[in-house]
């Protein structure tokens, strides 16, 4: 399975941007799907969940800015971002558990870089 992140970029404060993460290989069902980031000297922080049915969470930062959402067709988890915040600046990646028929595991996207310009 591989993840494959899009969408990153620069924009000014109060700004918008929507990431982009697709799933592909063969042979797998994809479960809970995540974006986390990490912003420079700090640690990886989960920002949204999503699960297979839709249910969604937001650490408290994001709540009311930010929206996780899915194309369980596409294998595709996006989040919409607006209104951000230089704090939003940071490298975000994408996860998603699968199972491949053998094993439920973890897979990371390879990051795409948010700069937020006050």
Request: with cysteine.
């Amino acid at each position: 399975v591989q993840l494959q992140a899009s969408g990153g970029g620069m924009v000014q404060a109060g700004g918008s941007l929507r990431l982009s993460c697709a799933a592909s290989g063969r042979g797998f069902s994809i479960g809970a799907m995540a974006w986390y980031r990490q912003a420079p000297e700090k640690q990886r922080e989960l920002v949204a969940t999503i699960s297979s049915r839709g249910t969604t969470s937001y650490v408290d930062s994001v709540k009311g800015r930010f929206t996780i959402s899915r194309d369980n067709s596409k294998n595709t988890v996006y989040l919409q971002m607006n209104n951000l915040k230089p704090e939003d600046t940071a490298v975000y990646y994408c996860n998603a558990g699968a199972d491949t028929g053998t094993a439920y595991r973890q897979y990371w996207g390879q990051g795409t870089l948010v700069t937020v310009s006050s």
